[in-house]
């Protein structure tokens, strides 16, 4: 949910960053102190833990021959935590109830998003190509991309069979949000 509220100038510890650690931290510990039985996404995805190290491994040696080293290392410090989420949501969503619950997540934060973007109309001096929404997420393609996802995952929300009421009326509210906000951005 946070990250849908997060703005890339917003500094170097964003609400989400500093969510982002606690789930790390809490993740570390939940391993130390008893994690045996538990699912464990590096033995059972070992190819695909590979293939995360690797990408990362090659974004750390292409800054060797990078012109500018900012944009190289700015682009691995959201790349590498965002990795890191993958065995942490493995390790978390253990029934469909975990699943609806993340997803649900994803849900309300495009609303929030969806819903800045049209409340707050964006300042024509800061865009360049004419007067686009940008959100809470900041970039106007950004936010146009978060909101395909929370209308889709709304609308299969919206359609599904057995959810909760509230679930269906926060997915009945972000599909036009969505819609309306992905067409403003």
Avoid at 85 to 96: F, G, N
Avoid at 114 to 131: K, N, R
Wanted: glycine share 12%.
């Amino acid at each position: 949910f946070f990250s849908f509220l997060d703005r890339p100038s917003s500094g170097s510890l964003s609400p989400a960053k500093g969510v982002g650690l606690l789930l790390v931290v809490a993740w570390l510990g939940h391993f130390s102190v008893g994690g045996r039985g538990q699912r464990d996404f590096f033995a059972e995805h070992s190819h695909l833990t590979w293939v995360l190290i690797a990408f990362i491994g090659w974004g750390t040696v292409s800054l060797l021959w990078a012109p500018q080293l900012g944009p190289g290392l700015a682009s691995l410090s959201r790349y590498a935590p965002n990795m890191l989420l993958l065995p942490i949501a493995y390790t978390a969503m253990r029934t469909r109830r975990d699943l609806a619950l993340v997803l649900g997540a994803i849900v309300l934060g495009a609303i929030a998003a969806a819903s800045f973007g049209i409340l707050q109309p964006a300042d024509p001096t800061e865009v360049v190509e004419g007067s686009r929404a940008t959100g809470t997420i900041g970039d106007p393609n950004e936010l146009a991309a978060v909101l395909l996802v929370g209308l889709a995952l709304g609308a299969g929300f919206l359609v599904g069979r057995g959810r909760s009421p509230l679930m269906r009326l926060a997915a009945a509210l972000a599909v036009p949000l969505c819609a309306a906000g992905g067409f403003l951005s």
